[in-house]
């Protein structure tokens, strides 16, 4: 038997990709494409089993919780998520008409990008410094990438653990944010870029030595076997999982 699978946001460039990595999956069938004005609704779903939402920061929570109440697990890929918003779906799935639901999000469906993010983590417990550079194409929406909060909430996290203080920086003034955003202590570049996809550097420095961690998506190709696993797994899951590595072993 075929999971039957829905893809949201099937238009974009990650949804028209999904579509394609599902029907030429085994084991995975393409019931149903929806976008923009498509309501999330039983009808609209033709009997999906899972939901795949690669859609918009500003939808996706929105998108899941209607998509747990039309009776489907959900794959999300979808950037912008708050610990807040993670904790709005897991009170959701914890209610008696949810019993049986799950949902993944991840930031990040690449391996090479999965396993930067378990990398730098582990990695940064031994040095001073860390900083984290995200590049991207310039028709993303958002900045800076769900990858680069993830890496840096993960390098803050080890550094926190190993009783690491601040990172060294000496500077008095940057009116104009060239340090970058902060996340969790951590500073975070991006870069926009024609001809770029979707690209990310972690550099962790000590007196005299430079660690570079870097993944490269040349092609969105590079996220289908993630989405496709997580197709896969999410329905013998339970409640909420945050992020590819879980399914991973990592
Ligand atoms: N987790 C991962 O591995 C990856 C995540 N992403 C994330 O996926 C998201 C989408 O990225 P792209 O595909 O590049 O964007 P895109 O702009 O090409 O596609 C988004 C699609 O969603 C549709 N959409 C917007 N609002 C909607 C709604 N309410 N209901 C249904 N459809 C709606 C749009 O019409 C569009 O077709 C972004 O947040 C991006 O950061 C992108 C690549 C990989
Ligand atoms: O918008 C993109 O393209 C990507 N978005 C995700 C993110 O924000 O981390 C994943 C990947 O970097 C591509």
């Not at 033709?46 to 998509?67: C, I, K, M, R, W």
């Not at 500077?171 to 870069?191: L, Q």
Request: glycine share 10%; with cysteine; charged share 20%.
């Amino acid at each position: 038997m075929s999971i039957a699978v829905a893809v949201v946001g099937a238009a974009g460039r990650m949804g028209s990709t999904v579509c394609q990595a599902v029907q030429d999956a085994d084991g995975l069938a393409l019931v149903a494409r929806l976008d923009v004005g498509d309501e999330l609704t039983a009808a609209n779903l033709a009997g999906a089993q899972v939901a795949v939402d690669f859609t918009h920061p500003s939808v996706t929570e929105d998108n899941v919780h209607a998509l747990i109440d039309a009776g489907v697990d959900v794959v999300v890929g979808t950037t912008g998520w708050t610990d807040a918003a993670y904790e709005r779906v897991r009170e959701h799935l914890a209610r008696p008409e949810a019993a049986g639901r799950s949902v993944i999000i991840a930031p990040n469906f690449a391996l090479s990008a999965v396993l930067t993010m378990s990398f730098a983590a582990k990695a940064a417990r031994y040095f001073e410094s860390a900083e984290v550079i995200e590049l991207h194409h310039p028709n993303k929406v958002d900045a800076p990438s769900g990858t680069a909060i993830a890496t840096a909430r993960g390098i803050a996290a080890a550094r926190a653990e190993a009783g690491l203080g601040p990172v060294p920086d000496a500077t008095e003034t940057d009116p104009d944010g060239a340090r970058g955003a902060v996340v969790d202590g951590v500073h975070v570049h991006a870069v926009r870029l024609r001809g770029l996809t979707a690209h990310e550097e972690v550099v962790l420095g000590n007196p005299g030595e430079q660690l570079t961690i870097r993944t490269d998506s040349f092609d969105r190709a590079s996220f289908m076997p993630g989405v496709v696993l997580a197709v896969r797994e999410v329905g013998g899951r339970e409640g909420l999982t945050i992020g590819l590595d879980r399914l991973l072993d990592l």
